[in-house]
């Protein structure tokens, strides 16, 4: 028996979100299965990226195309009550799954050091590399003037 249920209690219904993370890591799954059976096993992880995005992807526009067809159906129950058109529906339905997928993968990513830069780190971030860069290259041509001035040295005490 799960926490948090009483015996007789119906188990929650899942939301769009587990539904689309679910069909993620399914696809991912078979998808890794046959690449690595078709192709070895230096394909595995290609193929469950890729199945895994494909089967995703159809999730979302599935849960999407439900609530347009679920939209549908309330305005012909109840046509008095002004509804979304189904198009726009689908819209704010493909938006905002994508916005949750965002923060779930946000939330479960959120360790790693990659974040975005502004233009104003980015720019600072290149700047801090052309200056290590013209350091070396003026190291460089120093080097290459010491090497330079002993040969011209004992050129002219020859003559």
């Not at 790693?112 to 104003?120: F, G």
Request: a neutral charge; proline letters at 4%; aromatic letters at 4%.
């Amino acid at each position: 028996m799960e926490r948090g249920r009483s015996l007789g209690q119906a188990a929650p219904l899942p939301t769009d979100a587990d539904k689309i993370v679910s069909s993620t890591v399914a696809g991912g799954a078979v998808g890794s299965i046959w690449s690595g059976v078709l192709y070895g096993s230096h394909r595995v992880i290609a193929g469950f990226m890729v199945f895994g995005l494909l089967a995703g992807g159809v999730q979302m526009c599935a849960t999407a195309a439900n609530h347009v067809r679920q939209q549908i159906i309330l305005s012909k129950m109840h046509p008095d009550q002004v509804h979304a058109l189904p198009l726009v529906h689908l819209k704010q339905s493909l938006t905002s799954q994508w916005a949750g997928v965002k923060q779930r993968v946000g939330e479960h990513l959120a360790w790693l050091p990659v974040h975005r830069l502004s233009t104003a780190e980015h720019r600072e971030l290149l700047q801090k590399r052309l200056d290590l860069v013209d350091g070396e290259l003026e190291a460089v041509e120093q080097a290459m003037a010491a090497m330079h001035r002993p040969a011209h040295d004992e050129a002219a005490n020859v003559h």
